[in-house]
């Protein structure tokens, strides 16, 4: 799933530290991110959330098979803090979110909207800001709260489609897609927290591979089946190997020489190509309200990422 630019300290231009500006790469994994639902619903269809989590790690940490001992010598030697953070980076952030996530999907889905819990992952700069100011203890910007309200009122905006009435069938789907989003979060926070000890390479092949063991726990205690029909083997390759790992290595690349406030315009790619997906393809129909809140959260988060890069220098 989508990953999030926090501007903490001074970021480097391309000009600065003698790369190309990656923009338009950040848009392109962004954009693949918002092909997830066209592979994701038909597999919801078919097999448990569970059973596509784990084969959504499984995929791909056999893919990074062979950097999986060098990212172990590096896990065995970081602090305990380092440790647990990187354990709860896989297990909760990656395989736990994505289960949520995954649910979500399925329960709105049924009601033909899958836009709603892929676009509510735009919410993802807002909570991991509070989440470093509670984990990381840094400061917050004094005019932090000036995007908190109407980051909210386009979350309820997005989430219900008659946002005065509100219905049962709404509220679950819009709740488990927001623990995601704050799942994945706090994946962010403690990520940073200690990425001065691991590589991005070795980093995402420890997530995947703790998130393997935490999606084994999820069908575990959801009591999904392990092993996939052989009819959703195709699809579910694709959903790990496009907006998963690939989207995943091209943003890790880009942001090696992107501005953070290119990176969070370049991201609107996302909720952009999921509408377009789920309006065209997948048949989903958003309220007025819903767009309106659709544009008022890409609004919101644009602006903190613009705001929070200029005033890092």
Known sequence: MSQTVIVTGRERSSSQDGRRDATWLIAVSAALWGLDGLLRKPLTSDLAAGTIVLWEHII???????FLPSAIRAFLRLGLRDKAAVAVIGVG???????LFTRAFAIAGSSGDFITPL????????????????????????????????????TWLLAFADPLHLSASELE???????AAALWAAGTVLGRMV????????????????????????????????????????????LALIPGLLALTLYYRALQS????????????????????????????????????????????????????????
């Open 60 to 66: 791909p940490i056999v893919v990074l098979a062979p």
């Open 93 to 99: 952030s990656s395989a736990v979110a994505t289960a």
């Open 119 to 154: 676009v509510l992952q735009k919410l993802q700069p807002v909570l991991a800001i509070a989440l470093a100011v509670l984990i990381l203890g840094e400061r917050l910007r004094p005019r932090f709260g000036l995007y908190v309200l109407p980051a909210l009122v386009g």
């Open 173 to 179: 789907p819009a709740m488990l897609a927001l623990g």
């Open 195 to 238: 990425s001065p000890s691991l590589t991005p390479r070795d980093l995402t092949t420890l997530r995947l591979g703790f998130g393997t063991i935490g999606a084994l726990g999820v069908v575990g205690v959801t009591g999904a089946p392990v092993l996939p029909t052989w009819d959703d083997a195709v699809g579910l390759v694709l």
């Open 258 to 313: 992107t501005p953070a406030s290119r990176a969070t315009l370049a991201e609107l790619a996302f909720p952009a190509t999921a509408a377009v997906v789920g309006a065209l393809v997948l048949g989903t129909s958003l309220t007025w309200s819903q767009w309106t809140g659709l544009g008022v959260v890409a609004l919101t988060v644009t602006a903190m990422g613009i705001r929070e890069a200029r005033a890092s220098h």
